[in-house]
């Protein structure tokens, strides 16, 4: 294992472990010891990365409240506190984002659903601006506290970023907003529909947030709701099952599909 400080590879092995159970390493360059999560973002927790990955991932996944997870860990052995929870939630549900936006970056279609939903916050409505193209992949969602052209010009430039193409084909429904910031972003070239019925595909699949949001009672701060929905709404997206037209998955190769997709989130988060 290569040396996180001077990123020498002359390193030696020892014999002691840590307290979690992790090698240390020794290096022979710089004269350093270190261990497996030297440089992580998880080094300086007094638990197992795999069990505080566990736990951000319940919180986004499931309809489990900090109190749940916690008592979940405590079946297993780790008593953890729901205040320990909400910390690695707001230290690792964006790391969660980041990983999943990355991954799919540039893999979207060119037709584009654009729409907002009412997320409370504090008491006060504020607007989730979400995206998806014609085979329901997310394409980018936006929390924000006022519904204007500032905030749709504002979210077209992130679907042109994590995009990386022009749509041929946008549909939203009838705000005025949307039809003088897709000509300024995206361009007059593009086919901009605004008819409230062809926009039902995006309309549906608020649902999820929606589902997963009632249960939490609504959120405290803004900053503590725009980073769960961005991290609930790409954790969904990469746990989707997708078939092309109208073939069936059977039962048992969903939950194959859903096992080694987890399986692959939680070693790719923990290196």
Known sequence: MPCPRCRS???????????????????????????????TPFNDLQFPTDIVLLAVLWRLRYKLGLRDVAELL???????????????????????????????????????????TYVKVSGRWCYLYRAIDREGNLLDSMLSEKRDKHAARR???????????KAHRVTTDKHPAYTKAIRWIIGRKVTHRN????????????????????????????DSASRFCTAFDELRNYLKVRTTGREQVSASDRRRIFSDKWTTLMAELAA
């Open 9 to 39: 590879a002359s390193t030696s092995m020892r014999e002691k472990l840590t307290s979690l159970g992790y090698r240390i390493f020794y290096c022979l360059t710089c004269t350093r010891r270190f261990n497996e999560r030297t440089g």
């Open 74 to 116: 405590l079946q297993r052995g780790f008593e953890i506190s729901y205040q320990t929870i909400r910390a690695w939630e707001y230290q690792f549900a964006p790391l969660v984002s980041t990983r999943l936006k990355s991954k799919r970056r540039g893999r979207t279609g060119r037709s584009w659903y654009l729409d907002e």
């Open 155 to 165: 979210f077209l430039r992130r679907l042109l970023d994590s995009a990386e193409q």
């Open 195 to 222: 008819n409230q019925y062809l926009n039902n595909r995006i309309e549906q699949d608020h649902r999820h947030i929606k589902q997963r949001y009632y249960p939490m009672l609504g959120f405290k701060q803004f």
